[in-house]
Nanobody
Framework: QVQLVESGGGSVQAGASLRLSCAAS????????MGWFRQAPGKPREFVVA????????YYANSVKGRFTISRDDARNTVYLQMNSLKPEDTAVYYC????????????????WGRGTQVTVSS
């Protein structure tokens, strides 16, 4: 089992930036994909972004392309989500997620979830 601990988040004005972090511990060798999902009030949880440990490939939802950037620190087993040009529609609880591969992450088969961190963007 992989444990995920998130940090970051908060309340900002539209156009501002935030950075989220997610540190993984435990059986990290079983995880090849890490990323973020988000859930806004009254809406289903949706995929945002992911990165693979094997080759660093990145995957973005169309709604965040060009504004969000995911990166990884192999030594720290940590992924970072830099969120720029934030919009009110980015307001949600952001969950770190881990999966054995990117295909299973896209399918929603997540091996571990973080507890979530709130991001609020006001206009």
């Amino acid at each position: 089992q992989v444990q995920l601990v998130e940090s970051g988040g908060g309340s900002v004005q539209a156009g501002a930036s935030l950075r989220l972090s997610c540190a993984a511990s435990g059986r990290t060798s079983s995880t090849n994909a890490m990323g973020w999902f988000r859930q806004a009030p009254g809406k289903p949880r949706e995929f945002v972004v992911a990165v693979t440990w094997s080759d660093g490939s990145t995957y973005y939802a169309n709604s965040v392309k060009g504004r969000f950037t995911i990166s990884r620190d192999d030594a720290r087993n940590t992924v970072y989500l830099q969120m720029n040009s934030l919009k009110p529609e980015d307001t949600a609880v952001y969950y770190c997620a881990a999966a054995d591969r990117i295909a299973t992450m896209y399918a929603g088969t997540i091996s571990s979830w973080g507890r979530g961190t709130q991001v609020t963007v006001s206009s």
